[in-house]
């Protein structure tokens, strides 16, 4: 299966038709079709709906377009990254939870880009849940997580502050008077929380709760979008981190007792790290020697 013809299966994928496909990629059409059929024989399925107009992809082909994105946008990196031979150029690829935290990764971002401008950066929100596999599959050169407990599998650099955990609630909530919310006030309503299991099992075990005590309403990947749902309905309670939504119309409540996130940036272990890999690792050391330690 040879990139070349999954780029070609990617362009009738987005075009829809062999014509306008073959046109963009400079190839006769009778040229395009054989080679798409070749593939589908290779692999044994069957890729696309040819009887549609457009075409359109079959379950095998719409899970093949996913792998082909990633593989080429991987194999396209690579040949960026190794074409930078005596200079620090590339493209480095970061997953990151969403947190205040990564401010720094942003400071060691900016640093690396004024010492290297030919440096770019991609960075893809998400939850670690979503983002570890694509870490162990080369998607992602870092990862930035919180809470992580399998730092023993990877290298990483733990950030030195900490996010603070409570809820985000309408300011016409029951509570919005509080200044902070016990394990009993959080069993009192609606949650909203997020979906990742390491997160919800270590806020449950730290505030003394069992699962079956809370009223969960919606689970999120991304806080952004449920941000809108205390607005709607006062009595939600929307679990997350300090600082990570700026609503005027949410006021943010800490847990009590205290309740605290941490983060790592980790990376694949490995003893061919590149330049360009090496010299992010060093200038985000170096933000965060230079950043002093949050003991609140």
Do not use: C
Request: proline share 5%.
């Amino acid at each position: 299966m040879e990139l070349r013809v999954l780029r070609y299966f990617l362009e009738v994928a987005h075009t829809g038709t062999l014509t306008a496909a073959a046109t963009k990629l400079n190839v006769t059409q009778p040229a395009l079709s054989r080679q798409l059929k070749l593939l589908e024989t290779e692999l044994g399925v069957t890729l696309i709906n040819r009887d549609h107009k457009p075409v359109s992809l079959t379950p095998e082909g719409i899970y093949l377009a996913k792998q082909a994105e990633d593989l080429i946008a991987i194999a396209d990196k690579t040949v960026t990254n190794l074409q930078s031979k005596d200079a620090i150029a590339g493209v480095i690829t970061i997953g990151a939870a969403e947190t205040k935290m990564f401010n720094h990764a942003i400071k060691a971002i900016s640093a690396m880009q004024q010492a290297y401008p030919n440096v770019t950066f991609t960075v893809i929100s998400g939850s670690t849940t979503d983002l570890l596999d694509r870490l162990n599959h080369g998607e992602l050169d870092f990862l930035f997580a919180l809470d992580f407990t399998q730092k023993a599998s990877y290298d990483y650099l733990d950030f030195p502050d900490e996010d603070v955990r409570g809820v985000f609630i309408n300011k016409q909530h029951p509570l919005a008077n509080e200044s902070a919310i016990t394990a009993d006030q959080l069993k009192e309503y609606p949650l909203a929380i997020s979906r990742q299991s390491s997160f919800n099992d270590s806020l449950v075990e730290e505030l003394g709760l069992n699962a079956s005590d809370l009223n969960i309403r919606l689970k999120y990947n991304l806080i952004g979008n449920a941000g809108m749902y205390p607005m709607i309905d006062n009595q939600i309670m929307l679990v997350g981190i300090e600082g990570v939504i700026n609503i005027p119309e949410l006021r943010f409540k800490p847990f009590s007792p205290k309740n605290v996130s941490v983060g790592s940036m980790i990376w694949n272990h490995t003893p061919f790290l590149s330049p360009l890999h090496e010299e992010f690792i060093r200038s985000l050391e170096d933000e965060l020697t230079n950043t002093p330690r949050d003991m609140s």
